[in-house]
């Protein structure tokens, strides 16, 4: 049995409380493709939705931490040492064109250092899960970064500015927090990203250091930019090396 702390699991429960509303909705948005109107409002408020019940939750027994959340924004309670990081839907253009993938992301940072970090992907039911210094999980089963170390055989994720500069493998799935969590289970090789937002990346930037990587110092960069590169440590150096000018 693996052993957690109490903000992981509060943060566990709160996801999967978070995931029914966001399936249910996830199974009307087909429908609202059809009309006139579109699904853009109906999604718009799910996201709020979902983050107000993880919101809610995490607060029944952490009252005084403070938040950074992606539509609320920065909510300052008494404690300001200690947060939760919140990306209620990450991918919601998938959620919206009826993709199937997306990911609730949750993240504890502490005195400027995130010790935990969930991605929970609510369709496949997959959690990925981190805590500091005590490894990376996929439902309960440790993870690793992936071994191959020719770049050519690798396969690395971006968004399209990313797809557009490298000449690496490339996949752009549209979620960022999975991308990061496939790497930090050998899925992928690689991510990097420039300009991208805290609540996208915290969690799955834990869960690859967890799970043997290397990922760049992102509290170099403010909240809302941050460049991060991510990948095993068997060829960090050269997929650093291609992205030198990105």
């Given amino acids: 049995?693996?052993?957690?702390?109490?903000?992981?699991n509060i943060m566990i429960k709160a996801a999967e409380?978070?995931?029914k509303s966001l399936i249910r909705d996830f199974g009307e948005v087909e429908k609202l493709q059809v009309s006139k109107k579109g699904p853009r409002d109906f999604v718009t408020k799910t996201d709020k939705l979902v983050e107000r019940i993880i919101i809610e939750e995490l607060n029944k027994t952490k009252k005084k931490y403070s938040f950074i959340c992606e539509e609320a924004?920065?909510?300052?309670?008494?404690?300001?040492?200690?947060?939760?990081?919140i990306d209620p839907i990450d991918g919601t253009t998938n959620f919206l064109h009826g993709i199937p993938h997306f990911a609730i992301c949750i993240a504890f940072q502490s005195k400027n250092e995130i010790l935990s970090g969930l991605i929970f992907d609510p369709i496949k039911d997959e959690m990925f899960f981190a805590e500091k210094n005590k490894g990376a999980y996929l439902?309960?089963?440790?993870?690793?970064?992936?071994?191959?170390?020719?770049i050519e055989n690798c396969l690395f994720s971006s968004n399209h500015e990313g797809l557009k500069f490298s000449d690496l493998h490339m996949r752009y799935s549209g979620c960022a927090s999975l991308d990061l969590a496939y790497v930090a289970s050998g899925r992928l090789d690689g991510f990097f990203h420039n300009k991208i937002n805290l609540?996208?990346?915290?969690?799955?930037?834990?869960?690859?250091?967890?799970?043997?990587?290397?990922v760049n110092d992102i509290n170099n960069f403010s909240i809302n930019n941050i460049d991060i590169r991510a990948s095993s440590e068997a060829i960090n150096l050269e997929m650093l090396r291609n992205l030198k000018n990105f």
Avoid: C, F, P, Y
């Avoid at 439902?139 to 071994?147: A, E, L, T």
């Fill in 1 to 8: 049995m693996i052993s957690i702390s109490s903000n992981l």
């Fill in 73 to 85: 924004g920065s909510i300052k309670n008494k404690d300001q040492d200690n947060t939760w990081i």
């Fill in 199 to 214: 609540w996208d990346i915290a969690a799955g930037a834990l869960l690859v250091e967890e799970a043997g990587g290397i």
């Fill in 17 to 19: 409380k978070a995931s």
């Fill in 139 to 150: 439902n309960n089963h440790r993870i690793r970064v992936s071994k191959r170390n020719d």
